[in-house]
């Protein structure tokens, strides 16, 4: 399956947030690492799954509490 990496500004204009809100606010709260984005390399720089992303997004504000568990799994509460 092939995946489409996106950088964060990619990402920024295919979901209309800011990019500041994606790095401080989405990224590692709803945007796990290893899940929705990599660091490819082991470097600095993040590339944002989109396939990952999209799949996730609807079913992340379903519910009304959920705690990011660090298997990549989501405990509703």
Same mark, same amino acid.
Request: hydrophobic letters at 35%; aromatic letters at 10%.
């Given at each position: 399956? @092939?995946?489409?990496?996106?950088?964060? !500004?990619?990402? @920024?204009?295919?979901?209309?947030?800011?990019?500041?809100?994606?790095? !401080?606010?989405?990224?590692?709260? /709803?945007?796990? !690492? =290893? /899940?929705?984005?990599?660091?490819?390399? =082991? =470097?600095?720089?993040?590339?944002?799954?989109?396939?990952?992303?999209?799949?996730?997004?609807?079913?992340?504000? $379903?519910? @009304?509490? @959920?705690?990011?568990?660090? $298997?990549?799994? /989501?405990?509703? /509460?």
């Amino acid at each position: 399956m @092939s995946l489409t990496y996106l950088t964060t !500004e990619e990402l @920024s204009k295919q979901i209309k947030y800011d990019i500041r809100t994606i790095r !401080e606010r989405l990224k590692d709260s /709803v945007l796990l !690492e =290893g /899940v929705h984005y990599i660091r490819p390399f =082991g =470097g600095r720089k993040i590339l944002f799954i989109w396939e990952h992303i999209e799949r996730d997004m609807g079913t992340k504000s $379903n519910s @009304s509490f @959920s705690i990011p568990m660090l $298997n990549g799994g /989501v405990c509703h /509460v």
